[in-house]
């Protein structure tokens, strides 16, 4: 157990659907960061908050959106499902908001049908 | 920008023979450098991280890796392969002032046959 929990492990959904993806930082981490991993695009960053602010945006998509609240936790939307959007989808944490040297969560497995 | 670059998306090593995995990065500034595996169905765990101290890293698992500035190369090694080192490796750079994000390779996926 890394410290780092995502829920759900699995999603299946429909496309045009909306889904938000859970994550708890590893107690201490003040900065989280989203990441999609897939076949084709390999590991791609999303975002990054600490500290409840937004820290870097990468490849995120407009239909995406994410937050991080004031007890750390962060959560990721997506809506408008295409199935395109079919990833892993992980979290990682670290404590301060840049360094490197993630802690990453064991992904959220999102399947769009 | 910063990148890094992957040689091989598969590698296969026998059982007890040398583990080596390529990394070459780009980067305008110092760089951070790290090494990542994932395991099947598992999240990406740190195995070292180079950030301009001794240029010769030690991770775990028997791995380490060597920063060489003028081959602008952070190779991966480990002197005995194990069956259970076959996972999947990502070499990522981040700056040394670490205000960008992390940067990863595409993976480099390493077979250990027994």
């Known amino acids: 157990d890394s410290g780092v929990t995502q829920t759900p492990k699995h999603l299946i959904t429909a496309t045009g659907q909306r889904v938000t993806l859970r994550c708890s930082p590893r107690?201490?981490?003040?900065?989280v960061y989203w990441y999609q991993q897939s076949l084709d695009q390999g590991l791609q960053f999303l975002i990054q908050?600490?500290?409840?602010?937004?820290?870097a945006k990468g490849n995120i998509l407009e239909r995406f959106s994410a937050q991080q609240f004031p007890d750390l936790h962060s959560e990721l939307n997506l809506s408008s499902l295409e199935l395109g959007d079919s990833a892993l989808y992980f979290c990682?944490?670290?404590?301060?908001?840049?360094?490197?040297?993630?802690?990453f969560g064991s992904g959220t497995r999102l399947t769009v049908v | 920008a910063q990148s890094v670059t992957q040689l091989g998306s598969h590698v296969s090593v026998s059982e007890g023979a040398l583990v080596l995995l390529r990394c070459n990065y780009s980067?305008?500034?110092?760089?951070?450098l790290f090494w990542y595996v994932q395991y099947p169905n598992q999240g990406l765990q740190l195995l070292l991280k180079?950030?301009?101290?001794?240029?010769l890293v030690k991770g775990i698992n028997g791995f380490e890796a060597e920063f060489k500035k003028s081959e602008t190369s952070f190779h991966l090694t480990k002197p005995s392969a194990h069956m259970s080192d076959a996972a999947e490796y990502f070499c990522?750079?981040?700056?040394?002032?670490?205000?960008?994000?992390?940067?990863f390779g595409t993976g480099t996926k390493l077979q250990v046959i027994p």
């Open positions: 990682a944490s670290s404590v301060f908001d840049r360094g490197g040297g993630y802690t």
């Open positions: 107690s201490g981490d003040l900065s």
């Open positions: 908050y600490y500290n409840g602010e937004e820290r």
């Open positions: 980067s305008s500034v110092p760089p951070y």
């Open positions: 180079y950030t301009s101290a001794a240029t």
């Open positions: 990522a750079v981040s700056d040394s002032g670490g205000y960008q994000k992390v940067t």
